[in-house]
């Protein structure tokens, strides 16, 4: 992380170690983010939360339903069944792939809610 993304600090919140820190976009928007380990690390990846601006994706606002997020606000940053996080995956892995998610939101903003960019699971 040191070397990848030094705007980042380790910081611990009650029992959890969290890394926080700021992404800017190639739109240069900046995106305040906090990775939290679970308990249960490696069995279970990291999410990664928004901080700043908060960011609520709805892809269907009446029914409830988040797009590519989950319910507590964490980023839906793979598909879990394809088990694309491994034992070995490092925070600086994660932090990219949510720099990923936020290049994908923002061209969902600008091509007004009607295009996300790349795979996408039901």
């Known amino acids: 992380m040191e070397t990848r993304f030094p705007q980042f600090q380790l910081v611990r919140d009650s029992n959890q170690l969290v890394w926080i820190g700021t992404l800017e976009s190639n ?5 305040e983010i ?3 380990y679970p308990d249960n690390f490696p069995d279970d990846p990291p999410k990664v939360y928004p901080i700043n601006p908060a960011i ?10 988040l797009k590519h997020q989950y319910n507590d606000g964490h980023l839906c940053l793979y598909y879990p069944g394809d088990r694309s996080f491994a034992q070995q995956t490092t925070a600086a892995t994660v932090i990219a792939v ?3 998610w936020f290049f994908a939101y923002e061209t969902w903003l ?13």
């Open 110 to 122: 600008e091509s007004g809610k009607t295009y996300w960019p790349g795979i996408e699971a039901d």
């Open 98 to 100: 949510a720099a990923a």
């Open 27 to 31: 739109r240069e928007r900046r995106y």
């Open 34 to 36: 906090a990775l939290y």
């Open 56 to 65: 609520t994706v709805w892809k269907d606002e009446q029914a409830g339903r």
